[in-house]
């Protein structure tokens, strides 16, 4: 099993940008494609962005492209989203979810675990 914690989170005006970090432990992490995801209220949860184990490839939500960008340091057993030019739209619980196997997925069910999520809002 591999577990997951996220931080980074809070709240920041429009425009401005923040960095979610999951951390992980257990398993050899790199074994891993890692995915973010979203969840506002009222809402379903919506995948945001996905690296895969090498983080040789990435792949992004239409609606966060050019804005956030995702990494991942093995090393480290981290995987970061760099979130610029933040809107209030992006106002969500954050959740990192990891995946066996090497590619990216944007789906939540192909994810076998997930971190506790951590809370991004964003004020107009």
């Known amino acids: 099993q591999v577990q997951l914690v996220e931080s980074g989170g809070g709240l920041v005006q429009a425009g401005g940008s923040l960095r979610l970090s999951c951390a992980a432990s257990?398993?050899?992490?790199?074994?891993?494609?890692v995915g973010w995801f979203r969840q506002a209220p009222g809402k379903e949860r919506e995948f945001v962005a996905t690296?895969?184990?090498?983080?040789?490839?990435?792949y992004f939500a239409d609606s966060v492209k050019g804005r956030f960008t995702i990494s991942r340091d093995n090393a480290k057993n981290t995987v970061f989203l760099q979130m610029n030019s933040l809107k209030p739209e992006d106002t969500a619980v954050y959740y990192c979810?990891?995946?066996?196997?090497?590619?990216?997925?944007?789906?939540?069910?192909?994810?076998?675990?997930w971190g506790q999520g951590t809370q991004v809002t964003v004020s107009s």
């Open positions: 690296i895969t184990r090498s983080g040789g490839s990435t």
């Open positions: 257990g398993r050899t992490f790199s074994n891993y494609a």
């Open positions: 979810a990891a995946k066996t196997g090497g590619g990216w997925s944007t789906a939540p069910i192909e994810y076998g675990y």
